[in-house]
């Protein structure tokens, strides 16, 4: 789903259709080389058959950036390929939208899709529905379980949460009021969603980009921080990987040690949950060994 004031509607326009093959348009393009890393030439195709449905059928449909409609589905797509969905996952992505923001109904879909993937879309539509009007924590938790119990495939929740994040990273065309506000539903809503999933990634990300929108100074100055303090540690943060891996092979284990820096939102609320300035907070790297 686009949030509202992010899609803006003009009048429809006889685009050319998109190539398949050698010339086949830019926007799949991209992403197809992604897809061709896990999918075999008959799932890519069945999703470029998605793309250029979805492409026809939000012809006209432009974001408040400017940017043609299509664009918005095929990134919640690519999104969703870079944690190696299945085919029909992407392909209902990249229509997730054509149900509730255009004259598709679901049947067409499962005529020219399948009914699994019309089923996904039918899924998302059926989400976007529910709207979140209470801040309180109890509630927020009561309809988090109410999107998780709508959902009979998991795959729904996946595309939807995608669906956040890419509107997340381009909030920046509405206005602050509304900006906030879909922040904070985010916060409360969707990172905690991402996080039960175990998709860290977007939780982090969620969380960081709703603060950002929140609290734009405050994410500034942590930020600004957190570079500052990364320019003194990124060295040491490597000798401690390369003593920890040593003492590993001296032991005859075997193991995997990642790094990470602590997110912006992670780091803010530790601060003032124990109220403390950035200079008295010491864990903001982790080291993890799998």
């Keep these: 789903m686009l949030?509202?004031?992010?899609?803006?509607?003009?009048?429809?326009?006889?685009?050319?259709?998109?190539?398949?093959?050698?010339?086949?348009?830019?926007?799949?393009?991209?992403?197809?080389?992604?897809?061709?890393?896990?999918?075999?030439?008959q799932e890519i195709a069945n999703i470029y058959h998605a793309y250029i449905f979805g492409y026809q059928a939000h012809a006209g449909q432009h974001r408040a950036s400017g940017e043609s409609y299509?664009?918005?589905?095929?990134?919640?797509?690519?999104?969703?390929?870079?944690?190696?969905?299945?085919?029909?996952a992407i392909s209902a992505a990249i229509l997730h939208d054509v149900i509730e923001d255009t004259p598709t109904a679901k049947k067409q879909?499962?005529?020219?899709?399948?009914?699994?993937?019309?089923?996904?879309?039918?899924g998302v539509s059926k989400l976007s529905k529910v709207s979140f009007t209470d801040q309180a924590e109890v509630q927020a938790e009561n309809f988090r379980k109410m999107l998780m119990a709508?959902?009979?495939?998991?795959?729904?929740i996946m595309i939807?949460?995608?669906?956040?994040?890419?509107n997340m990273r381009t909030l920046?065309?509405?206005?602050?009021?509304?900006?906030?506000?879909?922040?904070?539903?985010?916060l409360e809503i969707y990172a905690p969603i991402a996080s039960r999933l175990g998709i860290q990634a977007f939780k982090y990300e969620l969380e960081d980009l709703s603060f950002k929108a929140i609290h734009p100074n405050r994410y500034a100055a942590l930020e600004k921080a957190v570079k500052h303090r990364r320019g003194n540690?990124?060295?040491?943060?490597?000798?401690?990987?390369?003593?920890?891996?040593?003492?590993?092979?001296?032991?005859?284990?075997?193991?995997k040690i990642s790094s990470r820096e602590k997110h912006i939102y992670g780091i803010y609320t530790k601060m003032k949950q124990k109220r403390l300035s950035f200079d008295e907070v010491f864990d903001v790297y982790a080291i993890r060994i799998v």
């Design 3 to 41: 949030i509202p004031s992010l899609r803006k509607r003009h009048p429809p326009t006889h685009k050319p259709v998109p190539s398949f093959g050698p010339g086949r348009d830019l926007k799949f393009q991209d992403i197809e080389t992604l897809l061709e890393t896990y999918l075999s030439k």
């Design 70 to 88: 299509i664009s918005h589905p095929v990134e919640v797509a690519r999104i969703l390929a870079g944690l190696h969905m299945d085919s029909k």
């Design 109 to 122: 879909l499962s005529r020219g899709f399948g009914k699994e993937v019309a089923e996904l879309v039918d």
């Design 150 to 156: 709508m959902t009979r495939d998991i795959r729904v």
């Design 160 to 166: 939807k949460l995608a669906d956040r994040l890419h």
């Design 172 to 186: 920046g065309a509405m206005r602050e009021e509304k900006r906030k506000r879909i922040a904070r539903e985010t």
């Design 233 to 255: 540690r990124k060295g040491l943060l490597k000798k401690i990987e390369n003593a920890i891996n040593k003492r590993l092979r001296q032991d005859g284990l075997t193991g």
